[in-house]
């Protein structure tokens, strides 16, 4: 199994950019999603790393560092629609299951 | 194909009463997952199916829980006597084999409510 640690909550300004960290411990790596959860929504699919480095997708980010179990997801030109839960989960080598943190509500205002 | 459809949408049901949900996968993966999430928590790992074989079950499913994938396409979730803990958003994924990644599609959800 995994521990995956992530903020519970984050604030930021419309246009502005905001990283989403997530730290992880496990046996075995075998790749790490990042979710976006609208409320009442099921989760949709943004990014998966299983190397280290950056992985750039429009306006969104994720990067990893297997070394450290550190990965972080980063949005810019934040725009009001970009409130939402982001999941972290990890998948542990061998299983085709990922384990989920517990989420990032972020909250972008005017 | 739409993507993943999960029925109902909701269920409100009484403690002791058995409810059974339905998903129904995207059409080309053979993989089949459900979750349970409750408020202000990530999806948590019920059990897992390649094609009609249910090859992974969660430690904490309790006996109460009864998943099938009788011909490899669509899947049901039964809970038997149900209790007010078992009140969460149950949500559906489906993945295929290929490729690297084989992200999750998850289905809209049921949730339940035991009263």
């Known amino acids: 199994g995994q521990n995956i640690d992530q903020p519970t909550e984050m604030t930021a300004t419309e246009g502005a950019i905001v990283q989403i960290n997530c730290t992880y411990q496990?046996?075995?790596?075998?790749?790490l999603f990042w979710y976006q959860q609208h409320a009442g929504e099921a989760p949709t699919f943004l990014s998966y790393?299983?190397?280290?480095g950056l992985e750039e997708k429009g306006r969104f980010s994720s990067f990893l560092s297997r070394s450290k179990g550190y990965s972080y997801l980063l949005l810019k030109e934040l725009q009001m629609k970009d409130s939402a839960s982001y999941l972290c989960?990890?998948?542990?080598?061998?299983?085709?299951?990922?384990?989920f943190g517990r989420g990032t509500s972020l909250i972008v205002h005017p | 194909d739409t993507g993943v459809s999960q029925n109902p949408r909701h269920k409100i049901t009484k403690r002791g009463q058995n409810v059974t949900f339905r998903c129904d996968p995207i059409?080309?993966?053979?993989?089949l997952y459900w979750y349970r999430q409750t408020l202000g928590q990530g999806p948590e790992f019920l059990t897992y199916?390649?094609?009609?074989?249910?090859?992974?079950k969660s430690r904490l499913l309790s006996d109460r829980f009864s998943a099938e994938r009788p011909k490899g396409s669509f899947s049901t979730l039964e809970i038997q006597r149900t209790e007010q803990g078992d009140s969460a958003m149950y949500l559906c994924?489906?993945?295929?084999?290929?490729?690297?990644?084989?992200?999750?599609?998850f289905g809209p959800g049921t949730r339940l409510t035991v009263t």
């Open positions: 059409s080309e993966h053979n993989r």
């Open positions: 199916f390649q094609n009609e074989a249910q090859l992974e």
């Open positions: 790393n299983v190397l280290d």
């Open positions: 989960a990890v998948r542990d080598r061998g299983s085709y299951i990922p384990t």
């Open positions: 496990t046996s075995g790596f075998n790749g």
């Open positions: 994924a489906s993945s295929s084999t290929g490729g690297l990644s084989n992200e999750q599609y």
